[in-house]
């Protein structure tokens, strides 16, 4: 992975904005909502019926063994879809942290623009009159360079999962 603390906003702008974007995180996060909520009905369905049978229909050391047998996997089934949840809670979070990093960044527009300006400035600076505006023209990039790296810093996974431990 390259060190986005040392690209140009160009760079890191143009990363943000041009990609899919967080649609396809949103998605899923939506798969795995859904698989655990088909998992969480699965387990109840399956322990219902189970217990059903253990209770009405069927009952002696055979209806005890099919018990116990299927306790273990109503069991899974419920673990399964704790995970299938946290999974899509995950992706939640991922889609917020880029949709903030993904507000907080200048717009690739507005960075183009600025080196549009400073390059017309640079051009036209025959006897340095336009010093003063070159200069402020950069410390505006500088802060748009400023801007894209705080914002990636808040995005990036490993600087988050340091965070978090």
């Keep these: 992975m390259t060190n986005f603390t040392v690209l140009p906003p160009e760079i890191n702008s143009l990363r943000m904005f041009g ?48 018990t116990a047998a299927a306790a273990p996997y109503a069991g899974f089934l ?29 717009h690739p527009v507005a960075v183009a623009a600025n080196r549009n300006v400073f390059v017309q400035l640079v051009m036209s600076n025959l006897l340095g009159q336009n010093a003063p505006a070159i200069a402020a023209t950069e410390s505006v990039y500088e802060q748009m360079w400023a801007q894209d790296v705080a914002a990636m810093f808040g995005y990036h996974p490993g600087r988050r999962q340091r965070r978090h431990r």
């Design 19 to 66: 990609g899919a974007g967080s649609a396809p995180m949103l998605s899923a996060a939506a798969a795995w909502d859904g698989l655990a909520g088909e998992l969480e009905s699965a387990a109840e369905s399956f322990a219902s019926v189970t217990a059903g049978l253990a209770e009405q229909a069927w009952q002696g050391p055979a209806a005890a063994a099919m």
């Design 78 to 106: 419920s673990a399964a879809s704790a995970q299938a949840a946290a999974a899509a809670g995950q992706a939640q979070a991922v889609v917020a942290a880029f949709e903030t990093a993904h507000a907080a960044m200048i």
